[in-house]
C-alpha cells in the first residue's frame, strides 16, 4: 500500500480436504514483523482460495477478492471483503459474482477447455482499484458457450454490494486465460494481460495486452 504497509494473504488447508479460510497478516514496518493474521472468511465454507488484495491509494483501504465453492465445487461464486483499518479488521464477505463454468486446468481429470490437458492458472478474480473514479473492478476467467474469456465487472467504493454487468474483455474465438488487471491511477485507464490461444486456433498459448481506450462504463 502507499502507506508502507504489506499485506500477506493466504488459504490454510489442511491435510486432504477441502476445508480452507483465508487469512491476512499485515507489516507496517517493512516486513521486519507481522501482526497476528486476521481470518477473512467462515471456517465453515468450503475451498475458500485464489486471495488477492488491492488497495485505494488516498484512503489505504483494503480490498481483497477470493473464490469459494457454497458448499461446493471450487470456484462457484466471486467474493470481496474490505479492511478500513489497515487489516486489523475486515468486513463480511459479500458476493459480487458467480461463475458459470469456471476454468479448471489441473489435476487433468478436471481439465474443461479445448486441446489435450496442460497445467495453468485457473479462474481466480484479478482486482484492481480506480481512485479518480472510486471504483473497484475486478476482472476474472469463465466459459460461456464453450470458450473461455476473460470478464470484468466493477462497484462503486461506497456501495460494495452492488456490481455492473460483467462484460466480456475484447471478445475472441479461441480460449484466454488468467486475466491480470491494472489501472493508471490519473486517467482511469483499464490495462489486461492474459494467455491467449485465439492467436492460434487454440493449438498455442501465447500473452495478450489489452487496454481500454477510455474508462470502463
Known sequence: ANDGTIYVTWAQFNGYGSHSPVYVAT??????TFSLAQKVTSGSVRSDQDQRIVTDPRTGYAYLTFDNSIQGGKGTALYVSMSKDRGVSWSAPIQLGT??????????????????????????????????????YVAYTDIVNGIAQGFITWASAGDLTHWSAPAVIAPATGDRLNVELSIEPVSGRLDAMFYDRSWSGNTLVDVTYASSARPWR
Open 99 to 136: 461463475f458459470q463454468n469456471p476454468v479448471c486446468l489441473y489435476p487433468p481429470y478436471c481439465f474443461n477447455i479445448s486441446g489435450a490437458p496442460f497445467r495453468g492458472p485457473g479462474s481466480y478474480p484479478a482486482p484492481a482499484f480506480d481512485p479518480t473514479r472510486n471504483r473497484l
Open 27 to 32: 507489516s507496517s514496518d517493512g516486513g521486519r
